[in-house]
């Protein structure tokens, strides 16, 4: 089993990547579990025709702790099992916290075990690094940390303070930083200055998906593009990130 966590800045695509990659996995016959961190709770909508799975937060808040896994996961596109985080109440709770309160749900109630995941993808959001935000990587949760970004300089930013709050941990034998996502923007140069940005922080583009509106089509459908129509190349584009996430597999089990 490998668990990479997803991060990225808000609207910067990381649900449309994540779901994409869940997608692709499961097509290629992988079990796999995708948690939603995002208070949006939107991470697996398009693996569920539109509609998402009860936020784990909210649920433990109305009704306390579920007495099954079915009361909170949602099987998606794939046989992927889905389920959101949510948010705490706003103003009150640590979304950090809550993250860890989820997890540590999840790992009590043995969906691990239950699921069998091959590949665990949690898609987190990440505009302000804080220690909650770090508590996959610094929680042991994630073993790989993968960063979507653009070539827009707010994006890069980002994708700079998630790599430096990463490498404060580098010591402790945390997450591992796995690479690059670019979401395309059609800017001038996108893949240059990204590739360069990867460069400058000793890391790679590990995957590039181009600015398609056939991906909002189907979302717009509650489907990601990997199960609109597998055949598009920007389909393909979301295979060969799933495969470089079943490499990080093997070489670690080779480890």
Same mark, same amino acid.
């Given at each position: 089993m490998i668990k990479v966590a997803i991060y990225g800045k808000g609207g910067i695509g990381k649900s449309t990547v994540t779901s994409g990659i869940s997608a692709a996995l499961g097509l290629e016959g992988y079990n796999v579990m995708q948690v939603g961190c995002d208070p949006k709770t939107d991470s697996t909508i398009n693996l569920l025709g539109g509609t998402p799975p009860p936020p784990i937060l909210q649920y433990l808040q109305e009704q306390g702790r579920p007495e099954t896994l079915e009361a909170i996961v949602r099987r998606g596109f794939g046989g992927v099992a889905c389920m959101e985080v949510g948010g705490p109440t706003p103003g009150v709770g640590c979304f950090g916290r809550g993250m860890l309160t989820a997890f540590e749900l999840l790992d009590e109630m043995g969906a691990y075990e239950r699921f069998q995941p091959d590949v665990v993808l949690y898609d987190i959001l990440a505009d302000i690094v804080c220690g909650g935000i770090a508590v996959p990587m610094r929680e042991g949760f994630a073993d790989k940390v993968c960063i979507v970004t653009s070539g827009e300089k707010m994006a890069l930013l980002a994708a700079q303070?998630?790599?430096?709050?990463?490498?404060? &941990? #580098?010591?402790?034998?945390?997450? %591992?930083?796995? /690479?690059? *996502?670019?979401?395309?923007?059609?800017?001038?140069?996108?893949? =240059?200055?990204?590739?360069? &940005? #990867?460069?400058?922080?000793?890391? %790679?583009?590990? /995957?590039? *998906?181009?600015?398609?509106?056939?991906?909002?089509?189907?979302? =717009?459908?509650?489907?990601?593009?990997?199960?609109?129509?597998?055949?598009?190349?920007?389909s393909a584009r979301f295979f060969d990130l799933a495969r470089t996430i079943v490499n990080f597999a093997e070489k670690r089990n080779a480890a």
């Amino acid at each position: 089993m490998i668990k990479v966590a997803i991060y990225g800045k808000g609207g910067i695509g990381k649900s449309t990547v994540t779901s994409g990659i869940s997608a692709a996995l499961g097509l290629e016959g992988y079990n796999v579990m995708q948690v939603g961190c995002d208070p949006k709770t939107d991470s697996t909508i398009n693996l569920l025709g539109g509609t998402p799975p009860p936020p784990i937060l909210q649920y433990l808040q109305e009704q306390g702790r579920p007495e099954t896994l079915e009361a909170i996961v949602r099987r998606g596109f794939g046989g992927v099992a889905c389920m959101e985080v949510g948010g705490p109440t706003p103003g009150v709770g640590c979304f950090g916290r809550g993250m860890l309160t989820a997890f540590e749900l999840l790992d009590e109630m043995g969906a691990y075990e239950r699921f069998q995941p091959d590949v665990v993808l949690y898609d987190i959001l990440a505009d302000i690094v804080c220690g909650g935000i770090a508590v996959p990587m610094r929680e042991g949760f994630a073993d790989k940390v993968c960063i979507v970004t653009s070539g827009e300089k707010m994006a890069l930013l980002a994708a700079q303070n998630i790599i430096l709050a990463l490498r404060n &941990f #580098a010591d402790r034998n945390y997450a %591992e930083l796995g /690479g690059l *996502i670019l979401n395309c923007r059609d800017m001038a140069d996108e893949v =240059e200055r990204v590739e360069e &940005f #990867a460069r400058k922080m000793d890391t %790679e583009v590990i /995957g590039v *998906i181009p600015r398609d509106t056939v991906i909002h089509k189907f979302e =717009e459908e509650g489907r990601t593009i990997v199960e609109g129509d597998r055949t598009l190349p920007t389909s393909a584009r979301f295979f060969d990130l799933a495969r470089t996430i079943v490499n990080f597999a093997e070489k670690r089990n080779a480890a």
